[in-house]
């Protein structure tokens, strides 16, 4: 059982920023890709950002320019960085893990984040 535990949610003003760091119980060489997804109140789960092995990234079309996600393999966590937050980016950011071989996907708690003046 792999768990993913997240920190650095928080209440934050339009057009600041916020930075979300995941970290595996396991190795982060044993996960094929980590990502960050979000569910807003009353809307479905989505992707916003992921990271493979490879170090391969894809981002949501409205995060694009904004966040930044990376892999620390020293530190063994993922880190989305998110700047020019907005209120529409107000969700709880959930962390997603996929092991190389596994079909099954793995998730955080989730930690919620809330843009608002």
């Known amino acids: 059982q792999v768990q993913l535990v997240e920190s650095g949610g928080g209440l934050v003003q339009p057009g600041g920023s916020l930075r979300l760091s995941c970290a595996p119980s396991i190795s982060i060489f044993s996960l094929y890709a980590m990502g960050w997804y979000r569910q807003a109140p009353g809307k479905q789960r989505e992707l916003v950002a992921r990271i493979t092995s490879g170090g391969t990234t894809n981002y949501a079309d409205s995060v694009k320019g904004r966040f930044t996600i990376s892999r620390d393999n020293a530190q063994n966590t993922v880190t989305l960085q998110m700047n020019s937050l907005k209120p529409e980016d107000t969700a709880v950011y959930y962390c997603?893990?996929?092991?190389?071989?596994?079909?099954?996907?793995?998730w955080g708690k989730g930690t919620p984040v809330t843009v608002s003046s």
């Open positions: 997603n893990g996929v092991l190389h071989g596994d079909p099954r996907d793995y």
